[in-house]
T-cell receptor, first 112, second 113 residues
Framework: NAGVTQTPKFRVLKTGQSMTLLCAQD?????MYWYRQDPGMGLRLIHY???????AKGEVPDGYNVSRLKKQNFLLGLESAAPSQTSVYFC???????????FGQGTRLTVV | GENVEQHPSTLSVQEGDSAVIKCTYS??????FPWYKQELGKGPQLIID?????GEKKDQRIAVTLNKTAKHFSLHITETQPEDSAVYFC????????????FGTGTQLKVEL
């Protein structure tokens, strides 16, 4: 039981490049979330999903897209990376009816 | 939407002393208040939580208090140890509506020997 796994752990992108961050959970959770963590700003919600095939915008969705084609996977895409997207990205999942969110170990992304 | 403020942003204590971190929230519909601990290089992990029908909850050296009238909640760590050094986040959530946790900005706690 690995919990929540994020791939990759580190990445450096050039401005304008695209990439996809993968989040996988093996707990059969319905809810999945993508957060970004920046110094002094805490964790801010980018997008979330309440189940397979559904996605919704969070607090800071601009510049990101997501997909939840399979229940266990939640993908975060950057179509054209910008330096402002330099951050640490965390994925989390939660089961319906439960309150505890389980987090992955994070992806440190640098856009130069 | 919900807004959660957290203070202080950094806190340094001597080993064995107590540490207190305070949060306020804005949405009176919020009824669930978790605290997460984030160790260096890791994701946040739930350490304690409290619901709005409870004023205080304790788990060994950590406790959380909630003042629903004032929309304040606090984390108390007693007899601090070096392994308590981490970033702590408070959060708020209205479990009856919406599916999103709103986090505070975090407190970097350093326990010095």
């Amino acid at each position: 039981n690995a919990g929540v796994t994020q791939t990759p752990k580190f990445r450096v992108l050039k401005t304008g490049q695209s990439m996809t961050l993968l989040c996988a959970q093996d707990m059969n959770h319905e809810y999945m979330y993508w957060y970004r963590q920046d110094p002094g700003m805490g964790l801010r919600l980018i997008h979330y999903s309440v189940g397979e095939g559904t996605t919704a915008k969070g607090e800071v969705p601009d510049g990101y897209n997501v997909s939840r084609l399979k229940k266990q996977n939640f993908l975060l895409g950057l179509e054209s990376a910008a330096p402002s997207q330099t951050s640490v990205y965390f994925c989390a999942s939660r089961q319906t009816g439960d309150t505890e969110a389980f987090f992955g170990q994070g992806t440190r992304l640098t856009v130069v | 939407g919900e807004n959660v403020e957290q203070h202080p942003s950094t806190l340094s204590v001597q080993e064995g002393d107590s540490a207190v971190i305070k949060c306020t929230y804005s949405d009176s519909a919020s009824n669930y208040f978790p605290w997460y601990k984030q160790e260096l290089g890791k994701g946040p992990q739930l350490i304690i939580d409290i619901r709005s029908n409870v004023g205080e909850k304790k788990d060994q050296r950590i406790a959380v208090t909630l003042n629903k009238t004032a929309k304040h909640f606090s984390l108390h760590i007693t007899e601090t140890q070096p392994e308590d050094s981490a970033v702590y986040f408070c959060a708020a959530w209205a479990t009856g509506g919406g599916n999103k946790l709103t986090f505070g900005t975090g407190t970097q706690l350093k326990v010095e020997l």
